[in-house]
T-cell receptor
Framework: SAVISQKPSRDICQRGTSLTIQCQVD?????MFWYRQQPGQSLTLIAT?????????ESGFVIDKFPISRPNLTFSTLTVSNMSPEDSSIYLC??????????FGPGTRLTVT | GENVEQHPSTLSVQEGDSAVIKCTYS??????FPWYKQELGKRPQLIID?????GEKKDQRIAVTLNKTAKHFSLHITETQPEDSAVYFC????????????FGKGTTLSVSS
């Protein structure tokens, strides 16, 4: 399976600021996804990020709040904008391989104060 | 869109017993059903999956069954061990469309020795 890394691994941010999370994969992948996992909860899909096209957002998530970039087949960023305490969560990127199996990065633990 | 229901939310068993977790899905087009194990503070790990052309799949102590007609699938763990204690998530997606996984709410499995 692909090796996926995320930066930062954790951060504490002030309300109203923005944080950009990076996701790096050691091989080229077509499909990348961003999920949010709130404490003690399941994984909620934020958006699908395919190289060369605009990200597709799920209901309840908007581009102005969670802009995503996908400049190439090994890298993506998710920005959490104008943060509030409700954005405190773990953010995970994942990739789908050619067999459609999906693997997750280690996550970014965000705390907004 | 797809909706995945998972139960029970918590499950406690004695070491050596079997554990069964059940999921139902709503979209009849879904054809890929993975299971993930998430230990505290770690990323979800793919442990087994099943595709809609198969009714059952086994991997050592773990098995998954799929009933397409009833739109439900189950995870079976035999001879449970304390290291099986974790949160388990089921998920569903449509392979060919490259859609993201939609997750159930998770089951916290506790295996006591």
């Amino acid at each position: 399976s692909a090796v996926i890394s995320q930066k930062p691994s954790r951060d504490i941010c002030q309300r109203g600021t923005s944080l950009t999370i990076q996701c790096q994969v050691d091989s080229q992948v077509t499909m990348m996804f961003w999920y949010r996992q709130q404490p003690g909860q399941s994984l909620t899909l934020i958006a699908t990020a395919n190289q060369g096209s605009e990200a597709t957002y799920e209901s309840g998530f908007v581009i102005d709040k969670f802009p995503i970039s996908r400049p190439n087949l090994t890298f993506s960023t998710l920005t959490v904008s104008n943060m509030s305490p409700e954005d405190s969560s773990i953010y995970l990127c994942s990739v789908s391989d050619r067999f459609y199996e999906q693997y997750f990065g280690p996550g970014t633990r965000l705390t907004v104060t | 869109g797809e909706n995945v229901e998972q139960h029970p939310s918590t499950l406690s068993v004695q070491e050596g017993d079997s554990a069964v977790i059940k999921c139902t899905y709503s979209d009849s087009a879904s054809n890929y059903f993975p299971w993930y194990k998430q230990e505290l503070g770690k990323r979800p790990q793919l442990i087994i999956d099943i595709r809609s052309n198969v009714g059952e799949k086994k991997d050592q102590r773990i098995a998954v069954t799929l009933n397409k007609t009833a739109k439900h699938f189950s995870l079976h763990i035999t001879e449970t061990q304390p290291e099986d204690s974790a949160v388990y998530f089921c998920a569903a997606s449509i392979q060919q469309a490259g859609t993201a996984l939609i997750f159930g709410k998770g089951t916290t499995l506790s295996v006591s020795s």
